[in-house]
C-alpha cells in the first residue's frame, strides 16, 4: 500500500520568513494531495490540495508544488505569522480508484512573533 | 452551517469496558469516514461509508472494533473491550457527492482507557 513521509516533524520559522514541510509517497498511482492544518483540540481542516495534473497550485500565501516523478510534493507558506503556529499533515489517495487517504506523520510549526 | 459534531468531546473509560463513538456528519454529505490519531502520529484510516454500498472496513485493527452507520447520517463507531493502546483521538470526517474528495473532519473524540 501507500506509504506516506513527512519533514521535517517540527518546525520553528521567525514571524515573516518562509516555511517549507515536504512529503514523499510511494504509490505511483496516487492522484490527489491534500494539506491539512490542525490546531490545538480541532479536527484538521484542508488549506490546500494538488491533483497529479498539476505542478504548482497557490492560494495567497500558500502554496503546493507535486513532483511526480520523484514522487515528492511540498507546502510552502509565506510571509508567515503566528495564526500559522498549528500540525500539519500531507496526505495522498488514489481518488477515484480507491478511497483511502494515506496521511503523513504531521508536522508541529511554530512562529516565533 | 453546522460542521461535523462528534460526541462526547472526551472518554476515560477502563480496560476491558466497551465505548460508542458517535458522528454526526454535514447534512446530506454521503461519505462518512472514520480515523484514529495517536499521540504524535499521522491519521489512521478505519472504515469508509459511501451511500448505501457496503462499507471499506479494511483499516480496522482488530475484531474489536465496528462501526455502523444508520439511515445514510449518524454513525457509531464502537470499541469493544478495549485496552490501554487503543487510547487515541477518534476522528471523523464527511465529503459531499459535488467534491467527493474534499473532507470536512469533526473535532474529534479523545479516548483515554485506564
Known amino acids: 500500500g501507500e506509504n506516506v513521509e513527512q519533514h521535517p516533524s517540527t518546525l520553528s520559522v521567525q514571524e515573516g520568513d518562509s516555511a517549507v514541510i515536504k512529503c514523499t509517497y510511494s504509490?505511483?498511482?496516487?492522484?490527489?494531495f491534500p494539506w491539512y492544518k490542525q490546531e490545538l483540540g480541532k479536527g484538521p481542516q484542508l488549506i490546500i490540495d494538488?491533483?497529479?495534473?498539476?505542478g504548482e497550485k497557490k492560494d495567497q500565501r500558500i502554496a503546493v508544488t507535486l513532483n511526480k516523478t520523484a514522487k515528492h510534493f511540498s507546502l510552502h507558506i509565506t510571509e508567515t505569522q503566528p495564526e500559522d503556529s498549528a500540525v500539519y499533515f500531507c496526505?495522498?489517495?488514489?481518488?477515484?480508484?480507491?478511497?483511502?487517504?494515506?496521511f503523513g506523520t504531521g508536522t508541529s510549526l511554530t512562529v516565533i512573533p | 452551517g453546522a460542521g461535523v459534531s462528534q460526541s462526547p468531546s472526551n472518554k476515560v473509560t477502563e480496560k476491558g469496558k466497551d465505548v460508542e463513538l458517535r458522528c454526526d456528519p454535514i447534512?446530506?454529505?454521503?461519505?462518512l469516514y472514520w480515523y484514529r490519531q495517536s499521540l504524535g502520529q499521522g491519521l489512521e484510516f478505519l472504515i469508509y461509508?459511501?451511500?448505501?454500498?457496503?462499507?471499506?472496513k479494511s483499516g480496522l485493527p482488530s475484531d474489536r472494533f465496528s462501526a455502523e452507520r444508520t439511515g445514510g447520517s449518524v454513525s457509531t463507531l464502537t470499541i469493544q473491550r478495549t485496552q490501554q493502546e487503543d487510547s487515541a483521538v477518534y476522528l471523523c470526517a464527511s465529503s459531499s457527492q459535488l467534491a467527493s474528495e474534499t473532507q470536512y473532519f469533526g473535532p474529534g473524540t479523545r479516548l483515554l482507557v485506564l
Open positions: 504509490d505511483s498511482a496516487s492522484n490527489y
Open positions: 496526505a495522498a489517495s488514489t481518488w477515484n480508484t480507491g478511497n483511502q487517504f494515506y
Open positions: 494538488i491533483r497529479s495534473n498539476v
Open positions: 447534512s446530506g454529505h454521503t461519505a
Open positions: 461509508f459511501q451511500g448505501n454500498s457496503a462499507p471499506d
